[in-house]
């Protein structure tokens, strides 16, 4: 029996020479999917360093020579936060198919627009969130459905990391470049509540703390149409917190390092045992890295000509929740949703 034939590997090029990229070029040297075959800089020497680093054979000065290159099927954008859009439309327009660093865009109408485009093109899009992907966040949702917690009646969401010295040159506390904590950070909390609480909130309230005219801390309270409610912090000024917690009416599931797995990813399941006793079952997914997952299932979606899971669509949902909780911030009251429009960094 032939054999069957193994999927060309995806082509990608890298628009920046962020950060991140130290901790994304491995999981695309570790996929069998998907390969790197060039970096971009508006530095062409950064560009040549960075390629020359990881064994990138194509360096280029300019985003725009990247976009040209007719060999690159898609693009990993992880530039700064108002770069987003920009980008991604550009990416679009010359053909290429988009993972672009959370979040999409600063604002859900910006979000919206720029989705809608990009389906005119004909290329896939995906918003680069990692955890969706991990094989545990499949089995708490597989663990959910089945009914053994319950009906979810509330999430807790955390997700902080000290920022010392809270220096303004720092991108995150820039405003014009679309900084503070809610689109950094909050950004996590947001989709994890939506995806677990399964509804969209009708009501928001939220404070903040201002550095630069950025949040460098918000925390706040979602109302649900049927009651429940939701809440989470995010910041720059407590020590690291990547937490959920998710309540059912015969259980709850706590999942420590959500957004940044450990090696052996665990979750616990506590159930009541007497009056004021727990039973608590430790659940573990070792050896997955998400990253992997996450290029792989774009590769999938990219090779069956489908639209990713997540859906881009989530993007918009998650932001337009963002925009209530930054006009909420500002304002000092509580906030419907149907009433935000938040403009664009």
């Given at each position: 029996?032939?054999?069957?034939?193994?999927?060309?590997?995806?082509?990608?090029?890298?628009?920046?020479?962020?950060?991140?990229?130290?901790?994304?070029?491995?999981?695309?040297?570790?996929?069998?999917?998907?390969?790197?075959?060039?970096?971009?800089?508006?530095?062409?020497?950064?560009?040549?360093?960075?390629?020359?680093?990881?064994?990138?054979?194509?360096?280029?000065?300019?985003?725009?020579?990247?976009?040209?290159?007719?060999?690159?099927?898609?693009?990993?954008?992880?530039?700064?936060?108002?770069?987003?859009?920009e980008?991604?439309?550009?990416?679009?327009?010359?053909?290429?198919?988009?993972?672009?660093?959370?979040?999409?865009?600063?604002?859900?109408?910006?979000?919206?627009?720029?989705?809608?485009?990009?389906?005119?093109?004909?290329?896939?899009?995906?918003?680069?969130?990692?955890?969706p992907?991990?094989?545990?966040?499949?089995?708490?949702?597989?663990?959910?459905?089945?009914?053994?917690?319950?009906?979810?009646?509330?999430?807790?969401?955390?997700?902080?990391?000290?920022?010392?010295?809270?220096?303004?040159?720092?991108i995150?506390?820039?405003?014009?470049?679309?900084?503070?904590?809610?689109?950094?950070?909050?950004?996590?909390?947001?989709?994890?509540?939506?995806?677990?609480?399964?509804?969209?909130?009708?009501?928001?309230?939220?404070?903040?703390?201002?550095?630069?005219?950025?949040?460098?801390?918000?925390?706040?309270?979602?109302?649900?149409?049927?009651?429940r409610?939701?809440?989470?912090?995010?910041?720059?000024?407590?020590?690291?917190?990547?937490?959920?917690?998710?309540?059912?009416?015969?259980g709850?599931?706590?999942?420590?390092?959500?957004?940044?797995?450990?090696?052996?990813?665990?979750?616990?399941?506590?159930?009541?045992?007497?009056?004021?006793?727990?039973?608590?079952?430790?659940?573990?997914?070792?050896?997955?890295?998400?990253?992997?997952?996450?290029i792989?299932?774009?590769?999938a979606?990219?090779?069956?000509?489908?639209?990713?899971?997540?859906?881009?669509?989530?993007?918009?949902?998650?932001?337009?929740?963002?925009?209530?909780?930054a006009?909420?911030?500002?304002?000092?009251?509580?906030?419907?949703?149907?009433?935000?429009?938040?403009s664009?960094?």
């Amino acid at each position: 029996m032939t054999p069957p034939l193994t999927p060309t590997p995806l082509r990608w090029g890298i628009l920046g020479v962020a950060a991140i990229n130290q901790r994304l070029l491995p999981a695309f040297r570790d996929s069998t999917s998907s390969t790197v075959v060039a970096i971009a800089s508006r530095d062409l020497a950064r560009a040549s360093a960075a390629a020359e680093a990881a064994d990138i054979p194509r360096p280029y000065g300019s985003y725009e020579a990247l976009l040209a290159d007719p060999e690159i099927d898609a693009v990993y954008i992880p530039l700064p936060n108002h770069l987003h859009a920009e980008w991604t439309r550009k990416a679009a327009n010359a053909g290429k198919h988009i993972l672009c660093e959370k979040p999409l865009t600063c604002d859900a109408a910006s979000a919206q627009a720029l989705i809608d485009d990009t389906a005119t093109r004909g290329v896939r899009l995906m918003d680069g969130f990692m955890w969706p992907h991990h094989p545990r966040t499949h089995k708490i949702g597989e663990l959910l459905r089945s009914g053994r917690l319950g009906a979810v009646q509330k999430v807790n969401a955390t997700f902080t990391f000290p920022l010392t010295g809270l220096p303004t040159a720092n991108i995150r506390l820039q405003p014009e470049a679309g900084g503070g904590a809610l689109l950094d950070v909050g950004c996590y909390t947001t989709y994890a509540i939506r995806r677990w609480m399964g509804a969209e909130p009708v009501e928001v309230y939220a404070t903040a703390t201002y550095v630069n005219d950025v949040d460098v801390a918000m925390s706040g309270t979602w109302t649900f149409a049927d009651g429940r409610t939701a809440n989470f912090d995010c910041g720059f000024t407590l020590p690291l917190r990547t937490g959920v917690e998710i309540v059912g009416t015969a259980g709850s599931l706590r999942i420590p390092n959500l957004w940044i797995p450990d090696d052996e990813a665990a979750f616990e399941i506590q159930t009541q045992a007497g009056d004021f006793g727990h039973a608590v079952e430790v659940v573990t997914t070792p050896g997955q890295n998400q990253m992997v997952h996450m290029i792989d299932d774009f590769a999938a979606a990219v090779r069956e000509q489908r639209d990713p899971v997540p859906h881009p669509s989530e993007a918009i949902k998650s932001l337009r929740v963002m925009d209530a909780l930054a006009e909420s911030a500002r304002s000092g009251r509580p906030v419907r949703l149907e009433s935000t429009a938040r403009s664009p960094c």
